[in-house]
């Protein structure tokens, strides 16, 4: 990790708290002294919240088996899926909350989806993003190959 200041890579830890949700570390850069502040190990307590407000523990395993579903016969290796995982893991863990909302997490497996494959976009799409009829499908589809939206119009 680098200081978010400068990006030096070089800073020392100047206090280390245990929250319930994470460790939380502040930090001195070594190069220009800022201080900030990280959280580690949030994926582990992480809650994530769904879309009827109810708050559950982050599952990996349950993230993996939906992209594995999304990707059923289609040409990504389960590496492929397991790196993507570990992003998002690493990306959720950057943020630092203790909690996230299940659709901002289908939205980062989409960002990478969308670099991947199409198909497993759309598949998993369909059900993150509750996509209940072909004009938002399509609407989506739009989105992904950088047209305008055209759901209002249909
Ligand atoms: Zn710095």
Redesign the pocket.
């Known amino acids: 990790m680098?200081?978010?200041?400068?990006?030096?890579a070089s800073?020392r830890v100047i206090d280390t708290r245990d929250t319930n949700d994470s460790i939380r570390r502040r930090r001195q850069?070594?190069?220009?002294?800022?201080r900030?502040t990280t959280y580690e190990h949030v994926a582990a307590n992480l809650l994530v919240i769904k879309s009827d407000g109810r708050r559950e523990p982050f599952d990996r395993q349950k993230l993996l088996s939906g992209i594995q579903v999304a990707s059923t016969k289609r040409p990504i290796s389960r590496q492929t899926i397991d790196h993507m995982v570990d992003q998002i893991i690493k990306a959720l863990q950057s943020v630092g909350r203790a909690e996230v909302a299940s659709k901002a997490i289908g939205t980062m497996v989409l960002d990478h989806l969308a670099q991947i494959d199409q198909v497993a976009y759309i598949r998993f799409a369909s059900v993150y993003l509750n996509l209940h009829d072909l004009a938002e499908v399509r609407s989506e589809i739009d989105r992904l190959m950088g047209r305008p939206a055209t759901a209002e119009a249909a």
Not at 2 to 8: E, F, T, W
Not at 29 to 34: F, I, L, S, V, W
């Open positions: 680098n200081c978010p200041h400068c990006g030096s800073h850069c070594e190069k220009c002294g800022q900030f």
